[in-house]
């Protein structure tokens, strides 16, 4: 049988140094995204968040069921933006556009009704600099969720089974938009 030869405390002292010095050489080559200060001479990343104004989303009508998810989306991003703290003078104003949809998954087929549904958010923000007016961010996320059906007689347990499938995604949007959102305020891309 093939055994590796036992390493000398010399050698293992050899690498270790090695592997210090290559750490110590590229510690300064990285800034934590969400670092409450910044490396440079501008602002952090989580102050630069906290000043994006978030405006409602704009196509969805009052009193719909969309309603409640776009307040709940909104409320999601505004905390995500700001961690709780109360919110800076706006330098930039995002916009949003969303559709949400239902699927059925899986249908019994003996009762013809869902087992398994799936609820969908689809998301499009552009992000304006107030200064100027340009758009200096545009694009697009969504996300799906699936969730049980208990049976027909549990009706009530269906809803409630929807509505915590659209908060996961929504809270999964926000957090996708806020992740967009830092990479722009740190690259400028």
Not at 35 to 48: F, I, K, M, P, Q
Not at 49 to 69: D, F, K, Q
Not at 113 to 141: N, W
Request: glycine share 6%; proline share 5%.
């Amino acid at each position: 049988m093939w055994w590796p030869k036992p390493r000398s405390t010399a050698d293992r002292c050899a690498r270790f140094v090695v592997t210090m010095a290559l750490a110590g050489l590229v510690a300064g080559c990285f800034q934590p995204l969400y670092a409450s200060r910044s490396t440079t001479d501008g602002s952090s990343v989580a102050d630069r968040l906290r000043s994006v104004e978030v405006g409602p989303v704009s196509n969805v009508p009052n009193g719909t069921p969309e309603a409640r998810i776009a307040a709940e989306l909104r409320n999601s991003l505004i905390f995500e933006l700001t961690g709780g703290a109360p919110a800076n003078s706006p330098t930039h104003r995002l916009t949003m556009q969303m559709t949400s949809l239902r699927q059925q998954v899986i249908v019994d087929v003996t009762t013809s009704r869902p087992d398994v549904e799936q609820a969908g958010i689809t998301m499009s923000y552009t992000l304006v600099e107030l200064a100027s007016g340009k758009t200096v961010i545009s694009g697009q996320t969504f996300s799906r969720v699936s969730y049980d059906n208990p049976g027909q007689e549990q009706r009530f347990a269906r809803a409630r089974g929807r509505r915590d499938a659209e908060s996961r995604a929504s809270k999964v949007i926000a957090e996708d938009i806020r992740s967009r959102l830092a990479s722009y305020f740190i690259a400028g891309t």
